[in-house]
């Protein structure tokens, strides 16, 4: 420690480079702002149905603390829950968490270009029911016939300019059997 010599009250000052490493620690407020974020990443979790929470990789106690939290009718008692599993969540890796919550909510890049491969899939099926055979080689599980019918029934609500159940429909089946992640290649 030196003294400053314009120190007005002539103590020493410490420079940057006597500090500690041990000072430079996170500040208070910073430390309630991570706290904060994980307990929003909480809050995220428990808006989530059982099978969604399923298809991210959750520690056990903090998905038993969620599954709680849903089970629970009282506002304060849900109150406290979401605390516990803010302070659950400080152990757990959020990373993975919060991948995994990207991913149900197609903002990965790649949940969104599987989306895109499964719609371009849809329109050329619509297009042309040679399509089916396509289908059958990615997906050899893949019902046809019920694939076929949903297609007849999507072209005529086309024709009568009904709501588009059936087209919606496709698009749920397919991307039921692509739910093991799995990329099919189809040409755009």
């Keep these: 420690m030196i003294a400053a010599p314009d120190s007005p009250s002539g103590r020493p000052v410490k420079h940057e480079d006597e500090i500690p490493a041990e000072d430079h620690r996170p500040s208070k407020t910073r430390v309630k702002e991570a706290m904060q974020e994980l307990q929003d990443l909480g809050a995220a979790l428990v808006e989530l149905s059982s099978g969604q929470l399923k298809r991210i990789d959750l520690p056990e106690d903090i998905l038993a603390a969620v599954l709680d939290w849903q089970r629970f009718n009282k506002h304060e008692a849900r109150r406290r ?3 516990y599993i803010g302070k659950l969540m400080r152990n757990a890796d959020p990373e993975p968490i919060r991948a995994g919550l990207a991913l149900l909510r197609g903002e990965s890049a790649a949940e969104t270009a599987r989306l895109h491969r499964l719609e371009r899939l849809r329109t050329r099926l ?16 893949a019902d046809l016939t019920h694939l076929r019918q949903l297609r007849r029934n999507a072209l005529k609500e086309q024709e009568a300019a009904r709501p588009p159940k059936s087209f919606r429909a496709i698009f749920q089946a397919l991307k039921e059997l692509d739910q093991d992640d799995r990329v099919p290649d189809t040409p755009a």
Aim: no cysteine; charged share 20%; aromatic share 6%.
């Design 81 to 83: 829950q979401l605390q």
């Design 126 to 141: 619509l297009e042309d029911e040679a399509t089916l055979s396509e289908i059958a080689g990615l997906w050899p599980g």
